[in-house]
């Protein structure tokens, strides 16, 4: 557990020969970068806590690196936008938490191949339009998007997540 330190980056190497790490806790620092290779060898973490640094970005090329990620929290940063297929190699994650950004964009497709995502937190951002990215989302249980700047919610805005049970 790395949580609530000084760190502003973590080292490309410096986790690469943890192969049985599960949990990761790198959150209340002042990280503001990832490198591209920094979790390449955590073929068995499942949980990655990120939030309440100084991010500005997703970590998209960090990301790829982590086959069995199960939950990840972004939240708490400095995040305006997310990419197309910014989760692409995450397909067994099923929690993610991007509350207390500046989201104001999402990509149209930058939840595809969130397969097994059950929980999705985008509360207190600054969306302006509904996330219609969320219909790929099949197996979505659980959808928080309050405390932003949407004025409308399309019709048919849920038809791609027949499983949601919470909002």
């Known amino acids: 557990m790395l949580q609530n330190n000084l760190l502003r980056q973590v080292p490309s190497e410096a986790l690469q020969n943890l192969h049985s790490l599960q949990s990761l806790r790198l959150d209340a620092n002042h990280i503001s970068?990832?490198?591209s290779n920094c979790f390449s060898g955590l073929v068995s973490l499942r949980y990655l806590w990120l939030d309440d640094n100084s991010l500005t970005e997703i970590p998209v090329?960090?990301?790829?690196?982590?086959?069995?990620?199960?939950?990840?929290?972004?939240?708490?940063?400095?995040?305006?936008?997310?990419?197309?297929?910014?989760?692409?190699?995450l397909s067994n994650l099923v929690v993610l938490h991007l509350h207390n950004n500046r989201i104001n964009f999402l990509g149209k497709k930058c939840f595809n191949g969130l397969h097994s995502l059950e929980t999705l937190d985008l509360n207190?951002?600054?969306?302006?339009e509904f996330p219609t990215s969320v219909n790929v989302l099949r197996n979505l249980k659980e959808l928080g998007f309050h405390n932003n700047n949407i004025r409308s919610i399309p019709e048919q805005a849920f038809m791609g997540n027949p499983s949601l049970t919470a909002m």
Do not use: E, V
Request: glycine letters at 2%; a positive charge; one cysteine or more.
């Open 33 to 35: 970068f990832i490198p």
């Open 61 to 89: 090329q960090a990301l790829r690196s982590l086959p069995a990620l199960q939950a990840m929290t972004l939240a708490l940063n400095k995040i305006c936008y997310i990419p197309d297929y910014a989760f692409g190699n």
């Open 124 to 128: 207190y951002n600054n969306l302006n």
